[in-house]
């Protein structure tokens, strides 16, 4: 009885958290100006007004577009809590907008106390949920029902990973395979065999299941094709694992051209407009603020480089960057000029290093010019990091997969 009233009202709960999460991004805003300001509160010029509207609807868009607010039954507990951090780095760079294009001038307090409340608020608040529905799960409420179809190594597979994952709250029915009484199957998959797929009407009939999943090889294209109009006559979703899932990533792109589906073997998010989007934003907000911000340490050290060896300030080197392009990388100098500073690596007792040079290397300091890499497109904040072009052939042939990195920018951390 409790769980079928769950199971009626889940789309009501998951309207009523979604609009939740709009009236607290905007009461966080009253929130964050009073403790500004505390009884001397002002009051909002029409340009704040104006500003605070765009700002909460594009937020709000942008939280319901990473599911914070829908079904966490797949997702992890560190998943949801890395969502909501990049979520707070976008309201950063949001309000930091807004003040460089001179819309509105957000005072950096207000910003402080608006991304503490709303990280304290979606992280307990996701968390909460994610741990109530998962105890109630592993007591049997709100649960799914799935029918797996083939009950081969596949099938056997994906029901193990139901089972020992009380917290999907997945309950399998059993299997329908047309070679069940051939075969010899563990007993935990022998209990719950049905039957063959010639009984799925019958059991589609009776309302009970909520999702079938076929794990039949590509084989039994005809039966596959059955099976699924059967659950599209009755009203249940189909889903389809084919016997060749081991070649694709745990989370593959599917995009359709023209009536043909094609299955990227690993889903990259940049690929998607709006997330470059974003991306940029982030990563041109930060650069400048970085760059603003260490002006004084850069006048500092430009000198103190030229004082103490020969050569020029900067070290400039070709890199291995986005889609494979080559780039020049920018450093602090912290080696003697020499001729091998492209083909060997900087070893921790390097006689190449001047003593300067060693401490802004130990220190990192070295690294920060790559803000200006950054700003101008060729790297981003976060990435993998930008290897020489010698390095880049030679881990090519030697690790797995090593070109995938370049799939998106190299990153300063």
Partial sequence: ????????????????????????????????????????????????????????VFLFFSLQKVEYSHKYRLESLSS?????????LLIMTTFYLFSILRIFHFSL????????????????????????????????HNLKNFLIIGAGELGQKFYSLLENNGGYGINTIGFLDDKFDKKEFPDSVKKKLIGGTGVIEELLR?????????????????????????????????????????????????????????????????????????????????SIAGLIMLTPLFVIIMPLIKLTSKGPIFFKQKRTGYRQKEFYIYKFRTMKVNAEADSVQASADDPRKTPFGDFLRRTNIDELPQLFNILYGDMSIV???????????????????????????????
């Fill in 206 to 286: 009776k309302g009970t299941i909520d999702n079938v999943v076929i794990t039949l090889p590509s084989t039994a294209e005809d039966n596959i094709i059955r099976i699924t109009n059967l659950c599209e006559k009755y009203g249940i979703k189909a889903e389809l694992i084919p016997d060749y899932y081991k070649l694709t990533s745990g989370n593959p792109s599917i995009r359709v051209i023209n009536g043909y589906p094609l299955i990227g073997i690993r889903n990259v998010p940049l690929e998607n407009m709006f997330n470059r989007m974003i991306k940029r934003l982030f990563d041109i907000s930060l």
């Fill in 109 to 140: 307090d207000l910003v402080r106390y608006y991304i503490i409340i709303t990280s304290i608020f979606f992280i307990g608040e996701r968390i909460t949920v994610k741990v109530v529905l998962s105890i109630l799960r592993h007591n049997g």
């Fill in 1 to 56: 009885m409790f769980s079928s009233m769950i199971k009626r009202n889940s789309n009501l709960m998951v309207t009523f958290f979604v609009m939740f999460d709009f009236l607290f991004l905007v009461g966080a805003y009253f929130l964050s100006k009073y403790i500004e300001f505390g009884t001397h509160f002002t009051f909002f010029t029409k340009r704040e007004i104006f500003s605070c509207i765009i700002i909460v």
């Fill in 383 to 413: 990435g993998p990091r930008p290897h020489m072009i010698s390095h880049t052939e030679e881990f090519y042939k030697k690790y797995d997969k090593y070109m995938v990195r370049h799939w998106v920018k190299p990153g300063l951390t």
């Fill in 80 to 88: 949801i809590v890395f969502s909501i951090v990049l979520f707070e």
